[in-house]
C-alpha cells in the first residue's frame, strides 16, 4: 500500500483537458504575441501546472511541443518539470541547448550565452530555437524602444525582469536575421513576443 501511494504521488499533473481546443487557443495566443512584439496578450490558463512552472508557461509547453522538439531546461527549475513535459507531449530532453528547438529559462536566473543555442540558417531559419521565459514581469519603466514587423512606428518596454547583458546579447544577433531567436515572455496569465525580426534598443540606464 505503501509503495502504491508513493507511485500515486509522483503521478505527474494533469495536462490539457480539452486538448485539441486549448492547444489551438494557446498556440493563437502565441502567436498574436509574435506578430505584436511588447504588447502582452492573454494566455489563459488551460492546466494545472507542476510545482515551480507559470501556468502560461505551462500552457504554451503542452501547445508547442511535441516528439520532435528537443527543448532544454534551464536551471532552477524543479525535476518534475521535465517529467511532467515529457508525460504529456513526449518532448525529448536534451543537455546541449545547441540541439534544442525550445530552451526554457527563468527571466532572473542563469542563462548561456544565446549563440549556444541553434540560430537556424539562411537557408532554413525556421530551425532557430525559441527561448521560453518563466517569470517575466511588466516592468513600467521603460528599459528599451522595440521596432519592426507588427510594431507601428515603435514599442516602449521594459526589461520584463531580464538582465541588461541579456538584451544586449539579443541586440548584437540582430545582424544574422534571417537567423535568430524567437522569445515568448510568460508574465503571469500574459505573454509577450520578440520575434527575430524585431529591433531593439536599450536606453542609456540600462
Not at 172 to 182: N, S, T, Y
Amino acid at each position: 500500500m505503501a509503495s502504491m501511494d508513493l507511485a500515486m504521488s509522483q503521478e505527474p499533473q494533469p495536462g490539457f483537458t480539452e486538448p485539441v481546443a486549448q492547444s489551438q487557443k494557446a498556440f493563437r495566443a502565441v502567436l498574436e504575441a509574435l506578430s505584436r512584439p511588447g504588447l502582452p496578450v492573454a494566455c489563459a490558463p488551460f492546466a494545472p501546472a507542476p510545482h515551480g512552472l507559470d501556468l502560461s508557461v505551462a500552457a504554451i509547453l503542452l501547445a508547442l511541443t511535441d516528439l520532435e522538439t528537443p527543448i532544454w531546461i534551464g536551471p532552477g527549475f524543479d525535476g518534475g518539470v521535465s517529467d511532467w513535459l515529457h508525460f504529456h507531449t513526449g518532448a525529448p530532453l536534451v543537455a546541449d541547448a545547441g540541439q534544442a528547438s525550445f530552451a526554457l529559462i527563468q527571466a532572473d536566473g542563469a542563462c548561456p550565452p544565446l549563440d549556444s543555442f541553434a540560430l537556424g540558417s539562411d537557408e532554413g531559419p525556421e530551425t532557430g530555437a525559441m527561448l521560453v521565459v518563466q517569470g517575466g514581469r511588466l516592468d513600467t519603466q521603460a528599459a528599451m524602444t522595440w521596432r519592426g514587423p507588427g510594431i507601428r512606428d515603435r514599442v516602449e518596454t521594459g526589461s520584463f525582469g531580464l538582465a541588461a547583458a541579456f538584451w544586449r546579447q539579443r541586440h548584437a544577433q540582430e545582424g544574422l536575421f534571417p537567423r535568430g531567436l524567437d522569445l515568448v515572455i510568460g508574465c503571469g496569465a500574459l505573454v509577450v513576443g520578440c520575434p527575430r525580426s524585431t529591433r531593439i534598443k536599450l536606453s542609456e540606464s540600462a
